[in-house]
């Protein structure tokens, strides 16, 4: 999927938080939780998981409150160890599509 910023969707994170939403907060901290473990140390798809949980964060909001409040505490979560983790040209490609 192609965004209008550009950007094209790599993973299937989008879906998957879309599924764990139905089941609640549980199932979404566990799909985070999978996700981020499975691929921390990819910077294409962390970049993708922090946009997911900043995209759902807006998704939320006024919505369900604690959906939102979760996904907030995740982006600031994954956009910490992004900013903390990742070097060069892999921190550059996170602050061109998260900024």
């Given at each position: 999927?192609?965004?209008?910023?550009?950007?094209?969707?790599?993973?299937?994170?989008?879906?998957?938080f879309?599924?764990?939403?139905?089941?609640?907060?549980?199932?979404?901290?566990?799909?985070?939780?999978?996700?981020?473990?499975?691929?921390?140390?990819?910077?294409?798809?962390?970049?993708?998981?922090?946009?997911?949980?900043?995209?759902?964060m807006?998704?939320?909001?006024?919505?369900?409150?604690?959906?939102?409040?979760?996904?907030?505490?995740?982006?600031?979560?994954?956009?910490?160890?992004?900013?903390?983790?990742?070097?060069?040209?892999?921190?550059e490609y996170?602050?061109?599509?998260?900024?």
């Open positions: 999927m192609r965004l209008e910023n550009g950007y094209e969707t790599k993973t299937t994170f989008w879906e998957d879309t599924i764990a939403d139905a089941f609640g907060t549980k199932a979404v901290q566990d799909t985070y939780d999978n996700a981020f473990k499975g691929w921390k140390y990819n910077h294409e798809y962390v970049t993708e998981l922090s946009l997911v949980m900043n995209w759902k807006f998704q939320w909001y006024e919505k369900n409150e604690d959906l939102y409040n979760l996904y907030e505490k995740l982006y600031y979560r994954i956009d910490q160890w992004c900013m903390d983790n990742l070097k060069g040209n892999e921190l996170y602050l061109k599509w998260t900024d």
